[in-house]
């Protein structure tokens, strides 16, 4: 065997499958032919990738335009010889680099993650004799036995199947256990629906069967989804693509600006060395050095906040990605449901009942057309009985949640007689189980003989509707009396239920004599009609409530919620109409179900078509979430994916901002998302989006606050070379001014609370710039006062005969103080600062404080006078500058309200 043929293994007659892999299931493959398979297909494991070496990760945090041009700035105020400065601009840009290197993911651990779900040893038949071997071992020809508890060490096709159950949900996002068949399938068959092959990474959760290995480590199809998250492009978030084109915009302004005024300082007979200082220090004044750690920092306060609400970010610009998502694509089983089979529907004695509570808990009540049911009916209890007796799980509590140690099916039946009050413990003991019918796929039900009275005893049986009513002869009434059965009737009902994307089990009873202990008389007459239809239980996993109120708080704020999950698209319709992703009065469009198999019959001009008008994707396979995320994103969204499963981990890499699961979720799917909830509800994600809302806000405001004292000095230090006038800011005071404010008053932004009606705004335009129109009106308008205040108070103080070194003072702190004043303006963009709440933000008041003492410093001490050339002022210069930031105050409140009165006549 040179080569593994690309078959169709779940298509291919058994024979066939083994003659396709030169194995036999009785012999096994001969030592020799394990070795050189092993050498031709190498061991069962997924490959890592090469990851990126750590230095290289380092060196890329400098790969932004902001970041050169502060290295820009470490180089010239080194090259000025101002090597404190220098330093402090070098410490900004190595800080800022080692947190987005500690706060990025590594790639290779999903990779690595994967490599952990293939049990560590597999029981296989080599040489004709059946041995246990570490599941690397493993090659395609392989015959491999499987056992409930058993983690499925590669992809096989089963040849042997005894009731095999394997729990597929990490995978496919099937809710329930999958019953396993051998069968011949449809060659279009999508992966939740293959029956006879078990995949790797599966959990056997009940019975037997035996298969033929098929496909090791990377061929397998969590090796695939391996490949797929190696491949998947991490896309920039929306904010390092807008800050990446602001920061390149910004370098050539600076440079252009700089370059003219070299130029024109030449033309004006100055010598080029006086000149080129010039440019220098406009060069400096412009660069905004705080601008890159003030984001970084605004991310890591929006990071904290974010872990008090729940939520880890694993990545920093996650927190504002969420801000800016414009869809979110959810999966269904544990992330908009409880991950927990329950049963909603009773149908018991010719009467319909309703359950209320979700999941294991054994909480909730019994409602009959929506009156609480009191006193349980005869036939209502007989169900529940026969539900809570006929069953092999278990139900526990553990780190106070409940739990089923079985068959969720089970569970559900387990939690639904609990609510009525049953006590199973204390029913087996009066009803001792005598005899057991296991379930078995090829009879679909499972039959237990107990124990009744002194006149006989009793069988229970629970099963398919199709394979139990047809043995039923009769039915009882509310009160528990025989009456006729009504065939009709259960089945309509059962298709109701089914409708409703529930999934139906049909309970039937049949009193036995006292000496019947076995169910011998019972197979004898399997195919009689001697069983007493009891009732129906009708179970789904149940939407969160906590989703419904998260989706439709998204859909409030503008955000599309779609589901894309693998589990049938009846459920999934059901589903989504309870949470509001669908509605069931919709018949097209957004309102109808696209499934997996439509999917991949679908040309990628198709999908782009569809996928923005669909809001339910059900049966999807893992490529295929991959496929209609990258689809949303050509389509210009901001996408957000949440899931938990090893399925999900490719589509959350692709995504804009990836969302796993911190209790179900697998390893995969935590180190391939950006963010993780810890406690698995969606609900926290409307949190997550109102956070990353405000983050953006907040960068906005501190954007909006630092480009008018850059503007503005570079504009004071232009129009000095352009009348050739004496420098009113030197460059080491244009760093001084840059470095304090940044960090003393804008950054005190960042801590801005969230401002009213947060959620009800849509969400911003994926290509709109950061800054708008009245933003950037306002900068300007902003730094012309800037430029009119400080050099014309320099000039005013030289012809009064102060000397350079006041005059220069004077001009810086006159930027202090009204960088303080307009710092208050921008705690808000749009709304009054008179209507904003004066000590909502604390850290505002202690920052102008902290500013105050600093440039206090600056004015009166004789070292810092001695280091950046400033000097003592006076009281009446106090009074001029304070006077100057209250009118430039009042005059910024005054746009304000002529922007919102043209807002209001707009609208």
């Known amino acids: 065997m040179k080569s593994l043929p690309k078959e169709l293994w779940h298509h291919l007659a058994e024979e066939d499958v083994f003659e396709a892999l030169k194995s036999d299931h009785h012999e096994g493959l001969s030592s020799s032919e394990v070795e050189e398979r092993l050498r031709l297909f190498g061991s069962n494991s997924i490959t890592a990738q090469k990851p990126v070496p750590a230095w290289k990760r380092f060196l890329l945090q400098f790969h932004n335009p902001l970041i050169y041009i ?12 101002e090597y404190i400065d220098s330093a402090v601009i070098f410490g900004v840009v190595i800080v800022n680099a080692i947190i987005g290197y500690m706060q990025e993911a590594k790639a290779e651990d999903a990779i690595n993650s994967l490599k952990k779900m293939l049990s560590a040893n597999a029981s296989v038949v080599r040489n004709g004799k059946r041995v246990s071997i570490p599941a690397t071992e493993l090659v395609p020809g392989d015959i491999v036995y499987l056992a409930s508890g058993d983690k499925v060490p590669a992809d096989l096709r089963l040849f042997e199947n005894r009731d095999l159950q394997i729990d597929e949900s990490a995978l496919t996002g099937e809710s329930v256990a999958v019953q396993k068949k051998r069968a011949e399938l449809e060659k279009d068959t999508v992966l939740a629906d293959r029956v006879n092959m078990a995949f790797a990474g599966t959990l056997v959760t009940y019975g037997q069967g035996g298969g033929v290995v098929i496909g090791t480590g990377d061929d397998t199809e969590t090796g695939k989804i391996a490949h797929m998250i190696s491949e998947a492009v991490s896309l920039d978030t929306p904010l390092t693509q807008k800050i990446h084109a602001f920061s390149k915009i910004l370098l050539y302004v600076i440079l252009g600006l700089a370059a003219i005024t070299f130029v024109v300082g030449l033309l004006h007979g100055q010598d080029w060395v006086s000149t080129f200082m010039a440019a220098v220090a406009l060069a400096v004044a412009a660069i905004p050095e705080g601008l890159p750690a003030v984001v970084t920092i605004t991310l890591a306060i929006g990071v904290r906040r974010m872990a008090m609400r729940n939520a880890i970010v694993r990545k920093l610009p996650a927190v504002e990605t969420l801000g800016s998502t414009t869809i979110i694509c959810s999966d269904k089983t544990g992330t908009l449901t409880e991950n927990q089979m329950t049963v909603q529907k009773v149908f018991a004695g010719d009467q319909e009942y309703d359950l209320t509570g979700s999941g294991y808990q054994p909480e909730g009540e019994i409602h009959q057309e929506d009156n609480k049911i009191s006193q349980l009916p005869a036939a209502l209890r007989e169900c529940l009985v026969a539900g809570l007796i006929s069953n092999d799980s278990e139900l526990i509590q553990k780190e106070g949640l409940w739990q089923v140690q079985g068959d969720p099916t089970e569970g559900a039946l387990i939690t639904s007689a609990l609510k009525a009050g049953l006590d199973k413990e204390e029913l087996l003991q009066h009803h001792k189980r005598l005899d057991v019918i296991p379930f078995e796929s090829d009879r679909q039900y499972m039959a237990t003989l107990h124990q009744q009275d002194e006149s006989g005893n009793v069988i229970y049986l629970k099963g398919s509707l199709e394979r139990t009513l047809i043995r039923c002869k009769d039915a009882q009434d509310a009160d528990g009396n025989l009456i006729t059965l009504d065939r009709d009737k259960v089945t309509k009902m059962a298709e109701k239920f089914a409708a409703m994307g529930l999934r ?24 009689a009609e001697q069983l007493t239809f009891i009732g129906l239980q009708a179970m789904i996993d149940p939407p969160r409530a906590e989703a419904i109120r998260a989706v439709a708080t998204c859909q409030k704020a503008g955000i599309a919620v779609k589901m894309i999950t693998g589990d049938h698209a009846l459920t999934a319709r059901a589903i989504a109409e309870q ?3 669908a509605h069931p009065e919709g018949k097209d469009e957004k309102h109808r179900v696209l499934t997996g198999r439509e999917l991949a019959e679908m040309s990628d001009h198709e999908l782009l078509a569809e996928v923005e008008l669909v809001a339910v994707f059900a049966r999807v396979a893992p490529e295929q979430k991959l496929k209609l995320v990258t689809a949303l994103q050509a389509k210009k969204h901001v996408v957000a994916m949440t899931g938990d499963g090893v399925n999900d981990a490719p589509a959350l890499k692709k ?9 179900a979720g697998t390893e995969v799917s935590k180190e391939a998302a950006d963010m993780v909830l810890t406690d698995d509800n969606f609900a926290t994600i409307e949190g997550a989006v109102e956070e990353g ?7 906005v405001k501190f954007i909006t606050w630092i480009l008018p004292t850059n503007l503005g000095q570079g504009m004071v230090i232009m129009v000095a070379v352009l009348i050739g006038a004496t420098l009113p800011v030197l460059p080491v005071q244009a760093l001084w001014l840059n470095m304090t404010t940044a960090v003393f008053l804008g950054l005190m932004l960042a801590f801005e609370p969230r401002e009213p009606g947060i959620m009800k ?10 800054l708008n129109g009245e933003m950037i009106g306002r900068i300007f308008s902003v730094s012309a006062l800037l430029l009119i205040g400080a050099f014309g108070l320099f000039q005013w103080a030289l012809a009064q005969g102060e000397t350079e070194e006041v005059a220069r003072t004077l001009a810086v702190t006159l930027f202090v103080v009204v960088q303080s004043a307009f710092l208050f303006n921008c705690r808000s963009l749009t709304i009054s600062l008179f209507r904003t709440p004066i000590f909502s933000n604390l850290w505002i008041w202690g920052g102008v404080g902290a500013m105050l003492l600093a440039q206090l410093a600056f004015i009166y001490t004789p070292l810092m006078n001695t280091l950046f050339q400033s000097a003592p002022l006076t009281l009446a210069h106090w009074g001029l500058m304070l006077v100057y930031g209250v009118v430039v105050l009042l005059l910024v409140e005054l746009e304000k309200t002529i922007w919102r009165a043209h807002k209001a006549k707009s609208k």
């Open 70 to 81: 502060l290295l820009v700035a470490t180089l010239v105020t080194f090259f000025l010889k």
């Open 504 to 527: 139906v089990l049909c309970l039937a009873m049949q009193r036995v004599p006292k000496d019947e202990t076995t169910f011998d008389r019972f197979h004898e007459q399997e195919d």
């Open 579 to 581: 949470i509001g992703i």
């Open 655 to 663: 995504a804009d901002i990836g969302v796993a699961m911190g209790i």
């Open 693 to 699: 809302r405000n983050v953006f806000d907040n960068l």
């Open 761 to 770: 705004r849509m969400p911003r335009i994926p290509d709109s710039p950061i």
